[in-house]
């Protein structure tokens, strides 16, 4: 086995499997494991998927809502632990690979045609 094969044994122990299909232009709950002091708890954190990058162990997913007027953009790592689930709301209709252009727009320009053909 050459050092490629060596990795990506090694990698496939941490892949999370419970992964749901997630294309740009969903719009996803995602919940995250929170620590604070020694309590953990889970927190949603809900937005649109607007690119996806990488593969294998370091795929990530960048998820961009509005908070107070504000837009906040979050980067996930897929198969990180401390995501707790990923829940699709509602697909998506994009023509894009990545929806940076979303970042200039305000108040109802920013929503997304839903997509029915795809299940959730």
């Known amino acids: 086995m050459n050092a490629e094969q060596i990795i990506k044994s090694i990698e496939a122990e941490y892949l999370n499997s ?3 299909t997630i294309h740009v232009g969903d719009t996803i709950r995602v919940g995250v494991k929170i620590v604070e002091g020694g309590k953990e708890r889970i927190q949603p954190y809900e937005g649109t998927v607007i690119a996806m990058g990488n593969s294998g162990i370091n795929k990530t997913m960048t998820v961009r809502r509005v908070f107070q007027g504000v837009g906040v953009e979050r980067v996930f790592l897929l198969h990180s632990p401390r995501i707790a689930s990923i829940k699709v709301i509602r697909r998506g209709k994009v023509r ?4 940076y252009y979303l970042r ?3 108040g109802k ?5 839903q997509r029915f053909d795809r299940p959730l």
């Open 18 to 20: 419970d992964l749901p």
């Open 104 to 106: 200039d727009r305000v």
């Open 109 to 113: 320009a920013t929503r997304i045609q």
């Open 96 to 99: 894009r690979a990545k929806l």
